[in-house]
Every structure is written in structure tokens, then in C-alpha cells.
């Protein structure tokens, strides 16, 4: 098995720049979802989540990688689906994600470059431009599909977490230890 093509190929330097992740930053809208909301006359709010997303989460956290996020909608869909996978910075309602990274930067003492950041437009592209590996899911925006490092072969909310999450435990020879559930 060719471990750097699990689900297409993978160039020499996304490789070596998922090999220096030690946090991994994500959008949710677009990313964890596939971007549609849906709305219940009563005002409830739904969105969909893929299981195969929350077992890469959970075995990246499992595997001593953290794993945050920051995303410009505010919804209490959000804050369970993160908090049941363990992710502990839960970063909602957010207009400037600049502010949230630093922070993140410092609470986790790493560097631009061993930060992983997964989005889908426009609005992310501030914090993609700062990181190590900037990554854009297969259905972003076409603007910030040509700016990111590496675009995921599977869609939003289909997945792409779940590709991000298992090239950087493979490329950090992580990926046959890694633990997670299908949550």
C-alpha cells in the first residue's frame, strides 16, 4: 500500500508539512458539514455530521495532535458534536479568526508552520495564509481551492476531515497506532 495515496496522490511537500502538525485548526461549516443549514419553523437549526470525521478527530487528539475550532456561526449543534469528540477550543461566532489562532498559538506553544487549517471560503483564508499546511475541501470556494496547499479529494461533511486527519497521523507514522470511534 502506497501510504501517501490513501485517497489520491499527495505531493513531496504537503507530506513533509503534515509531518510537522501538531495542531490542527478546522472550519465547520463547509468542512464538517456540507454547508447546508437547515431551519424547522420553531427555529430549530440541524446540520449533518460524518461519523468517519469524528473517528479521525478523536485519533488525532488520541495521538497527542490537538485539534480546535473556529467558525463564524454560533450554533449549540457545534458546541456538543466538538465537545463529544473532545475537542476542548470551541471557538463559535467568530468574525476575525486571526484573533482565536494567536491564541491558539500560544495556549499550545507551537509555530505557524506545525499548524494544520481545513476551510471552505473566503473567510478563512486569513488564517490559512498563516499556517503550515493550509488545506481547502474539494467543494470550497474556487478562489480558495488555487490559495491552499493541498485540496481534499472528498467533500465537505462527506469526509474531508477524516482525509486530512489520517494524512497527517500517516505522514507522522501514527496512522496503524491511531485510536478513535465512529462518533
Known amino acids: 500500500m502506497d501510504k501517501r495515496a490513501l485517497y489520491g496522490p499527495v505531493s513531496d511537500t504537503v507530506w513533509q508539512k503534515a509531518a510537522q502538525i501538531k495542531l490542527l485548526i478546522c472550519?465547520?461549516?463547509?468542512?464538517?458539514?456540507?454547508?447546508?443549514?437547515?431551519?424547522?419553523?420553531?427555529?430549530?437549526?440541524?446540520?449533518?455530521?460524518?461519523?468517519r470525521d469524528g473517528y479521525g478527530v478523536k485519533s488525532l487528539i488520541n495521538a497527542g495532535i490537538a485539534v480546535a475550532v473556529i467558525t463564524g456561526r454560533q450554533s449549540k449543534i457545534v458546541e456538543n458534536r466538538m465537545s463529544a469528540l473532545g475537542v476542548s477550543h470551541i471557538y463559535q461566532g467568530v468574525d476575525n479568526k486571526l484573533v482565536?489562532?494567536?491564541?491558539?498559538?500560544?495556549?499550545?506553544?507551537?509555530?505557524?508552520?506545525?499548524?494544520?487549517?481545513?476551510?471552505?471560503?473566503?473567510?478563512?483564508?486569513t488564517v490559512m495564509e498563516k499556517v503550515g499546511l493550509s488545506v481547502c475541501v474539494n467543494?470550497?470556494?474556487?478562489?480558495?481551492?488555487?490559495?491552499?496547499?493541498?485540496?481534499?479529494?472528498?467533500?465537505?461533511?462527506?469526509?474531508?476531515v477524516r482525509e486530512l486527519t489520517?494524512?497527517?497521523?500517516?505522514?507522522?507514522?501514527?496512522?496503524?497506532?491511531?485510536?478513535?470511534m465512529s462518533v
Request: hydrophobic letters at 35%; a negative charge; proline letters at 3%.
Open 27 to 51: 472550519d465547520v461549516d463547509g468542512v464538517f458539514s456540507d454547508g447546508q443549514v437547515y431551519m424547522g419553523n420553531n427555529g430549530e437549526e440541524l446540520k449533518a455530521f460524518h461519523t
Open 166 to 180: 489520517d494524512l497527517i497521523l500517516l505522514s507522522q507514522d501514527q496512522f496503524s497506532s491511531a485510536s478513535g
Open 139 to 160: 467543494d470550497g470556494h474556487p478562489y480558495v481551492k488555487q490559495q491552499a496547499d493541498m485540496l481534499t479529494y472528498t467533500a465537505g461533511g462527506k469526509g474531508a
Open 100 to 125: 482565536p489562532y494567536a491564541e491558539l498559538l500560544e495556549h499550545y506553544q507551537v509555530s505557524p508552520e506545525q499548524v494544520a487549517y481545513i476551510g471552505d471560503d473566503v473567510v478563512d483564508l
